[in-house]
């Protein structure tokens, strides 16, 4: 007589491992959603370049005024340009200005909110103070003052000028974190065996506080995106380098709605909505990943 027997994957498989990440409840339904969008928009703006001819995007580089056609998918806008070239370079500049404004910002965010608290005292009241301080004042009136003052705009200038108030709220989120992850059990034993404040903060801390960095940091990619596109739409940005903001000003300009040219307008509007909900969806499950009360919710 003869039993079946089941072969069962070892422990460390990686068929094992996908059976465990797919049942990790962290890994919720928004965060993969949120991560599959930004996975195509990442590859879009990668290989988008490569697929069309900048000089395509340039003034007068083809008929002014056609609609969307197998020629020029997107149809040309007022000044002659292709706008699906324009897209194509449009979008990675604008995720550059984001992920730029978001880096600057979360370090510096996370640099000060590790300050405050974990050392305290004056120097945590000093920047709780001017971090809340500035969170009330309109960012985008100060970033108009900055921009307007700026001879000439670039993508880079551009991200530093958005940067500048893009560590108030990973400051304030992060600090919250630092004063309860400072005051747990395994902290003060460590404390007491004689490790200093930066190995605290190094060994004890930061790894505790990477969730929440990663979500900081999607917030503020967001933050500064919104920001950005806001200030392009004004005409504030680097004017003849493609954007989506840069994209959204022209068709301003040139009345491009009143004209019926939906093909100008409606394009890069859709991607930043996607790219938002995108980005919203990655901070929500980033969100439920770090905090298990809201998993539980």
Known sequence: MTTATRSIPASGGLGARIARTRKDPRWTRQLVWGLILLGILAFVALIGPFTVDP????????????????????????????????????????????????????????????????????????????????LTVPGIAILVVIAANIEQMTIEIMALTVAALSWMFPTRTIRAQVLSIRERSYVEVARANGVSPLGLVFREVMPNLLPFIAASFVGAVAGAMLASIGLEALGLGAIQTPTLGITIYWSQEYTAVLRGMWWWWFPPVFVISYIFMALFLTSAGMDRFANPRLRQG
């Open 55 to 134: 000089k395509m995007a340039d003034v007068t580089a083809a008929i002014p005024r056609l609609p969307p056609s197998w020629e020029h998918w997107l149809g040309t806008d007022a000044q002659g340009r292709d706008l699906w070239s324009v897209m194509m370079l449009a979008i990675p500049n604008t995720l550059k200005i984001g992920l730029i404004a978001g880096i600057v910002g979360t370090v510096i965010g996370v640099v000060l909110a590790l300050i405050a608290g974990f050392f305290g005292g004056v120097t945590d009241a000093t920047i709780r103070i001017i971090s809340d301080s500035l």
